[in-house]
């Protein structure tokens, strides 16, 4: 018998939104885990209607928050801020990621 947990329809049911794959500029500013203020600009890899995850430069520890900002689609708008919490990391796997 399958461990339900590690069954991908069953972690599929467990989310609140469903997640996309697109590509949104970002710019991610806040302070990383020795203190430093940052601010970097990146894109989505995915997203949802409650977060999304980005590559970053930086390492932020968990809970710390961040602020997003997307640009407008219309370039006389300024852009969408939103403050983030960060609430999961992973760690490169190698020295190139």
Same mark, same amino acid.
């Given at each position: 018998? !399958?461990?339900? +947990?590690?069954? *991908?329809?069953?972690? !599929?049911?467990?989310?609140?939104? %469903? ?13 990383? +885990? ?6 970097? @600009?990146?894109?989505? +890899? ?6 999304? @995850? ?29 403050? +983030? ?5 992973? @760690? *490169?796997? %190698?020295?190139?990621?």
């Amino acid at each position: 018998m !399958a461990d339900s +947990a590690a069954d *991908p329809k069953f972690e !599929a049911q467990k989310r609140r939104s %469903t997640r996309i794959s697109q590509a949104v500029p970002v710019t991610v500013t806040g302070v990383d +885990a020795l203190g430093r203020s940052f601010q970097e @600009r990146t894109s989505t +890899a995915v997203v949802s209607c409650h977060g999304c @995850r980005y590559q970053s430069k930086h390492y932020v520890l968990k809970n710390t928050w961040v602020t997003l900002e997307v640009p407008h689609s219309e370039a006389d708008h300024p852009p969408r801020s939103v403050r +983030a919490r960060v609430t999961w990391i992973q @760690r *490169p796997r %190698t020295v190139r990621e």
